[in-house]
T-cell receptor, first 110, second 114 residues
Framework: QKEVEQNSGPLSVPEGAIASLNCTYS??????FFWYRQYSGKSPELIMS????GDKEDGRFTAQLNKASQYVSLLIRDSQPSDSATYLC??????????FGAGTRLFVKA | GAGVSQSPSNKVTEKGKDVELRCDPI?????LYWYRQSLGQGLEFLIY????????KSGLPSDRFSAERTGGSVSTLTIQRTQQEDSAVYLC????????????FGPGTRLLVL
């Protein structure tokens, strides 16, 4: 079992819709969780971080964490074509190691 | 201030040659990470440096890979006797302290082993 799992996609949504990206992790002691966005040919950049159970909102983005279910998600409201990218879920395990998922490719159709 | 820089941006080498990849982290960041990303894949953790502590080398795929960090700043990743499967983008990231911190990524070095 992979330590951090994501649906590879592609996930295709129409412009203006809500995109829902999901991630599960295996290490129960994981403390912090991150979503990075990576445009093709570019380096990852942080979108959201979340450390506590529940929802965290930042503009059009909402991260949701459920430690009991070992599940973290990212919702993108009012999706725009510029949101088309690969979204990487990252889990910071005990210690300082960060494990990345393989990423979900998102396409937002104009 | 400047972000994370990496050099070279692209490297083409012949199988069996050694290569050195350089990373210059953000000034003041004590944590430094190396990752490898193959085409269409996620990030594979290679090695982590935190201040003067012993590095976490648990992600290095073979003994052909090594890394050092001099003076707590610049890091060099060395791949000896390169193989075609080493072809990938090598990404360096730094963070302020390493614990629950955002990682800031450099532009990467695209390595192609012929």
């Amino acid at each position: 079992q992979k330590e951090v799992e994501q649906n590879s996609g592609p996930l295709s949504v129409p412009e203006g819709a809500i995109a829902s990206l999901n991630c599960t992790y295996s290490d129960r002691v994981s403390q912090s969780f991150f979503w990075y966005r990576q445009y093709s040919g570019k380096s990852p950049e942080l979108i959201m971080s979340i450390y506590s159970n529940g929802d965290k909102e930042d503009g059009r983005f909402t991260a949701q964490l459920n430690k009991a279910s070992q599940y973290v998600s990212l919702l993108i409201r009012d999706s725009q074509p510029s949101d088309s990218a690969t979204y990487l879920c990252a889990v910071h395990t005990g210690g300082f190691k960060t494990i990345f998922g393989a990423g979900t490719r998102l396409f937002v159709k104009a | 201030g400047a972000g994370v820089s990496q050099s070279p941006s692209n490297k083409v080498t012949e199988k069996g040659k050694d290569v050195e990849l350089r990373c210059d982290p953000i000034s003041g960041h004590t944590a430094l990470y190396w990752y490898r990303q193959s085409l269409g894949q996620g990030l594979e953790f290679l090695i982590y440096f935190q201040g003067n502590s012993a590095p976490d080398k648990s992600g290095l795929p073979s003994d052909r890979f090594s890394a050092e960090r001099t003076g707590g700043s610049v890091s060099t990743l060395t791949i000896q006797r390169t193989q075609q499967e080493d072809s990938a983008v090598y990404l360096c990231a730094s963070s302020l302290s390493g614990y629950q911190e955002t990682q800031y990524f450099g532009p990467g070095t695209r390595l192609l082993v012929l």
